[in-house]
């Protein structure tokens, strides 16, 4: 059985005071916890390591996408993007 996926996105004031840039507010898929396991981050599929609270749960996509995220998520639909992904070496693009 597939695990389900949340969207988050970091807070633009951390909790520690600082600012997050909007070029670093991308919205981020990450598995959602099992019920009984209260991890101490969340870790997106990118591999950012979210604190408690420095993101916000989102109910839809909100702003730029995280494309390794994407690429890297098990999510059938980017199955395409998984295949372009290795072959642009590791997330860059055609331009």
């Not at 988050?8 to 951390?14: S, W």
């Amino acid at each position: 059985m597939t695990r389900a996926l949340i969207l988050v996105r970091l807070k633009p004031r951390q909790p520690d005071g600082t600012m997050v840039g909007e070029s670093r507010r991308t919205c981020h898929l990450v598995p959602l916890p099992e019920a009984d396991a209260m991890p101490r981050l969340l870790t997106a599929f990118c591999g950012l390591r979210i604190a408690p609270g420095s993101g916000e749960v989102l109910a839809s996509p909100v702003g730029m996408p995280c494309e390794p995220c994407m690429a890297r998520s098990p999510v059938p639909a980017f199955a395409m993007l998984q295949h372009f992904h290795g072959r642009l070496g590791g997330g860059g693009t055609d331009r």
